[in-house]
């Protein structure tokens, strides 16, 4: 009877370390553990600048400028981050620093670039050192060359558990993405690992945050289109792009939702409609990547025609070049890529210009 009651216990216990292992094997093939990726021949990649992570970009597409953050999220202890500009119809392109004095614990994630009227903005998130979250709301200098910022505001409040990305709908109003429950590290890990859809997209209306749409898997990148009435939403971990109707009174009703691919980051909308979305095909050696970033990670961009939901792949290596594109912008022929931690801003020709 003893002898009964140990195979007994002995085989309950095997089959639950089989059915975590089998867990954990499904949990990885998800985010791309196993995939693997082959590099492209690309002659015409240039270097525009090397900053540290330029993680996010925006162009004006009035002024033939380049926006894009800088901050540091794989360092132990990251630095104040910036915002600088590129003018693009100078040749070479030389990279321009906004100055601004406030706020001085800045940590930028995710760009928007807002225009009405004469008036220009940038908004950004900032995790601050203490582990709470802002979005920092910036004005442009009306003369350029004076290459001055001027903040605005600071928005926070206890909805803001995890920004990721954001874009501006108004001078003081936005969507957000809330990428899970918290931004540190452990809440993160046990997320992705158990597969919880614990993000969401918030709107800030210019006085409150409102819960948008619930209950999403890591949602990352926001974009709106060309026509400024549908808002598109990428969730990384699922890999599902949603495409939403932007209502009259700020709420969004979802279109539909297609399938890109596992580790979907920032997107934006290209001149003639479609996407371009930055791919992190292996979620893996990312994570190990943001802890080392001398362990190389993937790198992929494809432009999506939002019809046909064809995908085209404009961009693809596997760390020789760049570790972790994080964010692809299309203007007039030419492609810009940003990283999460590589001091890289990259440049590419895609087609010739009309």
Sequence with gaps: MGISRYFKSGTVIGALILITAAYCMVR??????????????????????????????????????????????????????????????????????????QPLDFHPHGLSYFAEGDSQYLFTNNHRSDGTHSVEIFRIAADQQLEQLEHLESITGPALTSPNDLVAVGPRSFFVTNDGRAHDRLTRSIDTFLGLKSGKVLFYDGQRFLSAVDNLSFPNGIALDLAKNRIMVAETLSGYVSTYQLLENNSIKQLDSFYVGVGIDNISTTESGGLIIAIHPNLWKLSRHMKDPDRSAYSKVVQIDLASKNQQILYQQSGEQISGVSAAVEFRGSLYMGAVCDPLLLHMEIRNDK
């Design 28 to 101: 990885l093939t998800s985010l791309g553990a196993f995939n693997h990726v082959e590099t492209n021949i690309l002659p015409s990649v240039t270097v525009l600048a090397k900053v540290p992570g330029p993680e996010d970009l925006e162009i004006n597409p009035k002024d033939n400028l380049l926006y894009f953050i800088s901050s540091n999220p794989c360092a132990e202890d990251p630095e104040r981050g910036g915002i600088y500009w590129i003018d693009l119809k100078q040749q070479p392109p030389q990279v321009h620093p906004f100055a601004f004095d």
